[in-house]
Every structure is written in structure tokens, then in C-alpha cells.
């Protein structure tokens, strides 16, 4: 059975820092594209950054600069590093395994919220 566990989620201030864990079981996780998606009611789920199993990173342009994806293959988990929070950053962050067309689970996700 696969699961996605993520942690670290809470309250941050502005300019503020927090870093996500996503903890993965039942997948060969080297092997995996592991991503972070964050989502606020209403709108639709968004890509936040993404690491293939080899490590090479992509950030959509609003977290770059100041967050940073990493992943650790031996303990099966994903990190998301969060630093200068905005209040535009508030959201549920989820995590995501994804390998070819048919394999793409989903964490429950990890409330963030950024406010003074």
C-alpha cells in the first residue's frame, strides 16, 4: 500500500521560514518524480516544485529564489524548504509521486499558513 505523509505544515510570519516533509512507503522511491502542489479553496491545485529521482529541480517562477525542493532517496522522503514566506503562500501543500502514466499518488496534505 502506497502512502504520502507530510509534516511540517503550521503558522509562519511573513518573512518567516518553514520546511515540509513528505515521507513516502510502498514505492521504490528513487525511481519516483516527487513534486509539491499547493492548494486554496476555490481555486485549482498548483504545481510548486518538482525533483526527478536523479535530483535536477524545477520551481514555478512565484518560489523561486526562495523555496527549495530536495529529497533524501535513502530515508524516502521529500523536503520542501520554505524561506521569506508571503501571505500568498498560505495554502494545503501536497505531496505528489508520479512515474510514467499509470503510477501518480497523493499525499492528504499539510496546511500552511503565512500571517502575522
Known amino acids: 500500500q502506497v502512502q504520502l505523509v507530510e509534516s511540517g505544515g503550521g503558522l509562519v510570519h511573513p518573512g518567516g521560514s518553514l520546511r515540509l516533509s513528505c515521507a513516502a512507503s510502498g514505492i521504490i522511491f528513487r525511481l519516483y518524480t516527487m513534486a509539491w502542489y499547493r492548494q486554496v479553496p476555490g481555486k485549482q491545485r498548483e504545481l510548486v516544485a518538482f525533483i526527478t529521482g536523479g535530483g535536477t529541480t524545477t520551481y514555478v517562477d512565484p518560489v523561486k529564489g526562495r523555496f527549495t525542493i530536495s529529497r533524501d532517496n535513502a530515508k524516502n522522503t521529500m523536503y520542501l524548504q520554505m524561506n521569506s514566506a508571503k501571505p500568498e503562500d498560505t495554502a494545503v501543500y501536497l505531496c505528489?509521486?508520479?512515474?510514467?502514466?499509470?503510477?501518480?499518488?497523493w499525499g492528504q496534505g499539510t496546511q500552511v499558513t503565512v500571517s502575522s
Open positions: 505528489n509521486a508520479h512515474l510514467g502514466a499509470t503510477s501518480d499518488f
